[in-house]
């Protein structure tokens, strides 16, 4: 029998308060400015998702890859608060090319909870 968590995150239904489509660079930009804990550069990110928009989809975890060491610093409060939040209302993770842009720390909780799907914006160079 499946259990009722289950059953919402074996929907295709994305999480609330998520749009499907992020239009430009500026989307995906308050997408990872909503969602971080952290402080963010939105002129770098404006400037690296330049031309940019991206889809959400629902993805395997083996289809993703964790990003670059430099951009990823662990933190174990971070993981914390992750390992506590439900996997069906986790905000999505952004990954370009199969790897995590954002959402390292989201990543690592689905891997460790031996999840086989999250919600991802996959980013798509328009130019």
Known sequence: MKTFKNFIF???EPPKGYEHHLKDEH???DHIEKTSADEVD?????D???GAEAKLKKTPLSDIKSGDADHNIPSKKKQAKYSKMP???RPPIVIEKG???DGH???RDAVKKGETHVWAYHVIDRD
């Open 42 to 46: 939105r002129g770098s990110m404006l």
């Open 27 to 29: 989307a995906i930009a």
């Open 48 to 50: 690296y998702f330049h």
């Open 99 to 101: 790897t995590v842009v």
């Open 87 to 89: 996997s069906e209302t």
């Open 105 to 107: 720390h989201r990543y």
């Open 10 to 12: 074996e929907s295709n």
